[in-house]
């Protein structure tokens, strides 16, 4: 099973940007979906974006037009570029995927933590 592991979180003010980075253990190559979860405090778990095998995107309606989502093959990773931000993004930010359509996704890992705030 392919190990996931998030980075490049922060404080960031609203209106600013943050880069966050999946790093995956193994080739994503052949990996169907891939994609950015989050959990704010006292919520579940949500999708925010996915990218398909062939670059097909899907974003939650609360952040489209503001986040960009990217996998980069060669690198094994997967990006997640936040624009705009607003204090209602502030959760842990979690990186996941499965193996084929029918697949369950791959275990949870850390998650990394993005909080906008002034």
């Known amino acids: 099973q392919v190990q996931l592991v998030e980075s490049g979180g922060g404080l960031v003010q609203p209106g600013g940007s943050l880069r966050l980075s999946c790093a995956a253990s193994?080739?994503?190559?052949?990996?169907?979906?891939l994609g950015w979860y989050r959990q704010a405090p006292g919520k579940q778990r949500e999708l925010v974006a996915t990218i398909t095998r062939d670059d097909s995107t899907n974003y939650a309606d609360s952040v489209k037009g503001r986040f960009t989502i990217s996998r980069d093959n060669a690198e094994k990773t997967v990006i997640l570029q936040m624009n705009s931000l607003k204090p209602e993004d502030t959760a842990v930010y979690y990186c996941?995927?499965?193996?084929?359509?029918?697949?369950?996704?791959?275990?949870w890992g850390q998650g990394t933590q993005v909080t906008v705030s002034s």
């Open positions: 193994g080739s994503i190559f052949n990996i169907y979906q």
């Open positions: 996941n995927g499965r193996r084929t359509v029918w697949a369950p996704l791959f275990s």
